[in-house]
């Protein structure tokens, strides 16, 4: 009977209710669900922030590779706000870490307390000095920082649970401090004629405890031991689309770190 209903439906049996009845038939087997994949931010804008186009990449390619994204952000005041476009303190302004986040989530966005591993197959942090300002003290304190508790514990749950963690630009110094014993990359160790010029923090990294590994902006370094993903992004000087590319390496080696 089934059939004969099928042939006097004829083409309208895949549209409308009875697209389940497609070419793949009634035993059609649903899309696995992607990995569950936390964001975490540190505000907006790269100066006092999360660097935007850092999130945005990140967002991009763990569209791209299917995951199910949730962002977080701690709910704390910001070290201070930056006027970008005079790069300068704004003495008299105050923001929210968690509020400036929400500009880059479009307003879907979960307290940092609220994270678990348990409920998610890994972990990404962008750069910006937000993650050196708001996130840790390193902005300030270098090698003898501080990290935001919720931060140390996001990462110390991941770690345990031997879940992927994926950093960029300068978010793997939180890593370094709060790790056993990671091999992270912030690019190269020398500034070579100003494109790196943040290389200083490579030494740093490895007065934290840490192992620095040399890499090109385009390139990811993967501590397989400890499932820790990182790529230098912003902290070299050069054309926008080889960070982008440099992040989507960082994030598929991410996803393939979930086995999903």
Not at 224 to 242: G, I, Q, S
Request: aromatic share 4%.
């Amino acid at each position: 009977m089934l059939q004969a209903a099928v042939r006097a439906l004829g083409p309208r049996v895949l549209v409308g209710p009875f697209c389940a009845l497609g070419p793949r038939g009634l035993h059609s087997t649903p899309r696995s669900p992607g990995p569950r994949v936390a964001v975490v931010l540190s505000g907006c804008g790269v100066f006092d922030g999360t660097e935007i186009h850092e999130a945005s990449a990140i967002l991009v390619h763990l569209s791209r590779g299917g995951a199910d994204v949730e962002i977080y952000a701690p709910d704390i005041p910001q070290m201070h706000v930056i006027d970008h476009g005079k790069g300068q303190p704004a003495e008299t302004e105050t923001r929210n870490v968690l509020a400036e986040s929400a500009r880059i989530a479009r307003g879907k966005i979960t307290d940092l307390a609220q994270l678990q591993a348990n409920n998610h197959d890994a972990v990404i942090f962008p750069g910006g000095f937000g993650a050196a300002k708001n996130l840790s003290t390193f902005a300030v304190d270098g090698a003898d920082c501080t990290v935001n508790k919720e931060v140390e514990r996001v990462l110390q749950e991941f770690h345990k649970a031997a879940k992927p963690i994926g950093l960029c630009c300068i978010a793997p110094v939180l890593a370094a401090k709060v790790l056993p014993d990671p091999e992270v990359t912030v690019g190269q160790e020398e500034d070579k004629g100003g494109k790196w010029p943040y290389a200083g923090t490579a030494q740093a990294i490895n007065a934290l405890g840490a192992k620095h590994c040399a890499t090109e902006v385009h390139e990811v370094h993967v501590d397989k031991k400890n499932k820790v993903v990182t790529t230098p992004a912003f902290m070299c000087e050069t054309d926008l689309h080889h960070i982008f590319d440099g992040i989507g390496a960082m994030v598929k080696s991410v996803l393939k770190l979930t086995g999903k």
